[in-house]
Structure formats: C-alpha cells, structure tokens
C-alpha cells in the first residue's frame, strides 16, 4: 500500500461543499434543481453537497466508463447508464468529482443536451486546469489541483480508496 499524503482534509472539503452548496441555493433561488451524480466518482460529493443545497432539489446518476484503466484515460467515452427520468425543462447540475482532460464531460454535456433541460451547468469537486484537451469549464469547483493522482472522497485508483474521508495524493 502506498504512502498517501492528505492534500485536502474532510475538514477543508467540508468547508468548501457548504460554500458551492450556499453559491447553488442562491443562484437557483426559487428554483427546483436536478444533480445528476457521475457514478462512482462523485457519489459522495453529491450526498454532501445536496445537504448543503436548500432547494427543491432531486438526484439522478449516470454512469460512463473511458476505455483506459487506472491513471490512463484513453479519451473514448461509453455510455454504461443513462439517466432514469426526463431531464426535459429542468435546471440540471452535473456533478463530477473531476475535471480532467475534459473529455468525460464534453461527452456528458452533450448527452444530457438532447433531453433538453431549462439550463445545464458543472459542479466540479476538483480541477486539473493543466490538463485540458476539451475547452470545458465547470461553473462550481471545489478546488484547482495541479496534475497530480488522487484518491479518497469517493475518487479511485482500481476501485480503491473510495472511502477514505481526506483527498490524498497518490505518489
Ligand atoms: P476526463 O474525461 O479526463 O476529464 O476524466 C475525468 C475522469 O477521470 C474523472 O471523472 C475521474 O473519474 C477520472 N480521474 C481523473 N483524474 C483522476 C484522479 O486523479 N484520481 C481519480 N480519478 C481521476
Ligand atoms: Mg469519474
């Protein structure tokens, strides 16, 4: 097992969720939202930022896999789940845990696009500005992190890691 080094605690993401939470709440003020969780990824920043999210708020997930494995990301995005209800007319947060080369969510934004929602934005827990392929930009980020691994807060290496409270870099 290797050394894992915290570069964010549970504290300071915490912090962070309550603040895109309360930004959310107040941009959709009066509004119902949809989150439409990434899975597996950003299963858990969902759950913590739609407690923070005082709306009329309903969860969906879908579910993608890039044909690369582990670090690699082979840029080919496969639908594996769609979302279950219509996406017709609602305010839409797409909630990723990160924003990488920007392929994922180009793909994504442009699936759920077609179901023709009211609006669509990207709640990002993390950002990898450095490593961009796709001009994408999230409207809510949690933090920018140079191009480094990480795991932990729900993000994975080969499935891993899920679990653990604090965001750690993966030497
Ligand atoms: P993108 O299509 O390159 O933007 O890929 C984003 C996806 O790659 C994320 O949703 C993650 O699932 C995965 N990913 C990218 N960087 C990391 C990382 O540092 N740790 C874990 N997963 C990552
Ligand atoms: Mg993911």
């Known amino acids: 097992?290797?050394?894992?080094?915290?570069?964010?605690?549970?504290?300071?993401?915490?912090?962070?969720?309550?603040?895109?939470?309360?930004?959310?709440?107040?941009?959709?003020?009066?509004?119902?939202?949809?989150?439409i969780g990434v899975l597996k990824g950003a299963a858990i920043f969902l759950s913590d930022l739609s407690r923070n999210i005082d709306l009329d708020a309903t969860f969906d997930f879908i579910s993608v896999s890039s044909y690369g494995n582990e670090k690699q990301n082979s840029g080919e995005v496969k639908?594996?789940?769609?979302?279950?209800?219509?996406?017709?007319?609602?305010?839409?947060?797409?909630?990723?845990?990160?924003?990488?080369?920007?392929?994922?969510?180009?793909y994504l934004t442009r699936v759920l696009s077609a179901h023709k929602p009211k609006s669509l934005r990207?709640?990002?827990?993390?950002?990898?500005?450095?490593?961009?392929?796709?001009?994408?930009?999230?409207h809510y980020v949690g933090f920018e992190i140079p191009d480094e691994f990480v795991v932990g807060y729900g993000m994975d290496y080969a499935e891993r890691y899920r679990n653990l409270a604090d965001i750690c870099v993966v030497p």
């Not at 290797?2 to 969720?17: G, H, N, T």
């Not at 990207?122 to 999230?138: E, F, G, H, M, N």
Request: charged share 25%.
């Open 1 to 35: 097992m290797p050394e894992l080094k915290i570069l964010y605690s549970r504290q300071q993401i915490a912090d962070r969720v309550a603040v895109l939470g309360a930004q959310i709440t107040q941009d959709f003020a009066g509004e119902q939202v949809t989150l």
């Open 79 to 106: 639908l594996l789940k769609d979302v279950d209800q219509s996406m017709e007319g609602k305010n839409v947060i797409l909630v990723e845990d990160i924003l990488d080369t920007g392929l994922t969510l180009t």
């Open 122 to 138: 990207i709640a990002a827990l993390l950002d990898k500005t450095t490593r961009r392929v796709q001009p994408i930009k999230a």
